[in-house]
């Protein structure tokens, strides 16, 4: 008689960092709350918009899954992530993964990015593999996007074909084994900085097609000082020598 083994459920933390999201937020809560096994951090930097006390009420009604941090210190994409992702490595949850708030990135592809992790460390939620694509942006943006990754990977030498995706799941183990004292950027350069470490340290990185959708409401993070980030890090990473990250 053959034996059948049947794998336990992954369990995942959603980190979402939030800014003047207060509309959004639900929506993508709501959506999360329908996946059995998925928790939610809020992370929210004093946005004026009241973002954080819509978080409040989402943990009120979900206590056991929705959770809210309260940054107040110096604000940015980087440092959100690094605060939460410090707080949740040592908790007992399988995968840790990262999320925009702006309805973006579709919560019906988490399952595809979880189950991902049985032969990787990092997935990548990908706009540029098979299958993948983005809907809503003009020309301009698809090939500043399209350009931006192709130089991200001709001066790091890394191998994933989006480096700038934020839509990610990382084994636990994986992303706690990285050197959050040594990561500096603060924007979403933030992204490319943790992706080129994790491929320097041997990690296993692979993507999964995505449709990423350009925000439906509110107002887009990106900014001049935001590319002019962008366009440094890359050589910033490669100057570094590798030996004083790890």
Request: with cysteine.
């Given at each position: ?53 819509v978080a409040d009420a989402l943990a009120r009604q979900y206590p056991q899954r929705i959770e809210v941090l309260h940054r ?38 988490l399952p595809d990015l979880l189950a991902g992790l049985e032969h990787a460390d990092l997935v990548i939620g990908s706009r ?84 990423f959708i350009e925000r439906r409401q509110g107002e887009s993070k990106l900014s001049a000082a935001v590319l002019f980030e ?17």
């Amino acid at each position: 008689m053959a034996v059948v083994i049947v794998s336990r459920p992954r369990t995942a933390l959603v980190i979402v960092p939030t800014y003047n999201e207060r509309d959004n937020l639900p929506v993508l809560a709501a959506a999360l709350m329908q996946q059995p096994n998925v928790s939610l951090l809020v992370v929210d930097d004093r946005s004026p918009d009241g973002t954080g006390a819509v978080a409040d009420a989402l943990a009120r009604q979900y206590p056991q899954r929705i959770e809210v941090l309260h940054r107040t210190e110096r604000p940015g994409l980087g440092r959100s992530y690094l605060d939460a992702m410090r707080r949740s490595i040592n908790r007992p949850f399988d995968a840790i993964c990262q999320m925009d708030c702006d309805l973006s990135h579709d919560p019906r592809h988490l399952p595809d990015l979880l189950a991902g992790l049985e032969h990787a460390d990092l997935v990548i939620g990908s706009r540029y593999v098979a299958g993948g694509g983005i809907v809503n942006w003009p020309l301009r943006r698809r090939l500043l996007s399209r350009y931006a990754n192709v130089y991200i990977r001709l001066v790091t030498r890394i191998g994933p074909r989006d480096c700038t995706s934020g839509y990610r799941a990382w084994r636990r183990e994986a992303l706690a084994s990285l050197p959050f004292e040594r990561f500096g950027a603060e924007g979403y350069s933030f992204l490319v900085e943790m992706l080129y470490v994790a491929c320097r340290m041997g990690r296993r990185v692979s993507e999964v097609p995505i449709t990423f959708i350009e925000r439906r409401q509110g107002e887009s993070k990106l900014s001049a000082a935001v590319l002019f980030e962008s366009i440094l890090t890359p050589w910033r990473l490669i100057a570094r020598p590798f030996r004083a990250m790890v």
